[in-house]
Each structure stands twice: as structure tokens, then as C-alpha cells.
């Protein structure tokens, strides 16, 4: 018999819920970092910014660190960022191509039954 886990009622779409303030916090060390994806300090702000708006303290101390790295011009551009990402601006879902029909196999419709 299969066996099925419930969903966690704390799992939600990334930026909701309770742990929302890590997993933004988490982007923020991939970026800041090179962790699995280039260093891209405006897009380590960018997050950091979003987990200090949750209440991450560890996110609000490394966000001012990375800004005096920062131009501001790239402060600006990262802050503009963190407002279009809260609006939903480029956060739309990824469309799926839509599935081709296999075709149906070919019956013979006209079976003589022997007698």
C-alpha cells in the first residue's frame, strides 16, 4: 500500500510563511557567495533586502556589508528589484508547453468473425 506524506502547513509559496525570512536570507548567501550561481552582489541585496523586511537580522547586518561593496547606482538597482519582486513583477509562472496527443492506434472496424 502506497504511504503519502501531508504537506508541512507551514510550506507556502516562496517569500509566505513563517520560514519566508530564511529562505529569502538563503538566496541572499547564493548570491552574495557564488553558492550554485555566479556572485551577483544587487541580486545578494535584492534578497538579503526581502529577509530583513521578514525579520532576518542576519540578512539586515549582511545587506549593509555588501552596500559598501556597492555602487549606488547597483543599491538603487537592487532595491528597485526587491520592490518589483514584492509587486510580482517577473514573478509570473512558467508556462508548460502543452502536451501533443499521442495518436490513437488503428483499429480495424470491419472484423469478419468466423463461424
Do not use: C
Not at 541585496?45 to 555602487?71: C, P, V
Not at 547597483?74 to 509570473?92: F, K, M, N, P
Not at 502543452?98 to 483499429?107: I, K, L, Q, W, Y
Amino acid at each position: 500500500m502506497a504511504r503519502f506524506e501531508l504537506l508541512d502547513s507551514n510550506a507556502a509559496p516562496l517569500g509566505e510563511g513563517p520560514a519566508a525570512g530564511d529562505m529569502l536570507f538563503e538566496l541572499g548567501m547564493m548570491y552574495s557567495v557564488g553558492r550554485d550561481a555566479p556572485i551577483d552582489l544587487v541580486s545578494a541585496h535584492k534578497w538579503f533586502n526581502l529577509a530583513a523586511a521578514k525579520g532576518n537580522q542576519d540578512a539586515i547586518r549582511l545587506r549593509r556589508e555588501i552596500a559598501s561593496q556597492m555602487t549606488d547606482a547597483e543599491i538603487a538597482v537592487a532595491q528597485r528589484a526587491a520592490r518589483d519582486w514584492l509587486r510580482g513583477v517577473g514573478r509570473e509562472p512558467v508556462a508548460m508547453p502543452a502536451a501533443t496527443p499521442a495518436p490513437m492506434p488503428s483499429v480495424a472496424r470491419d472484423h469478419a468473425i468466423a463461424a
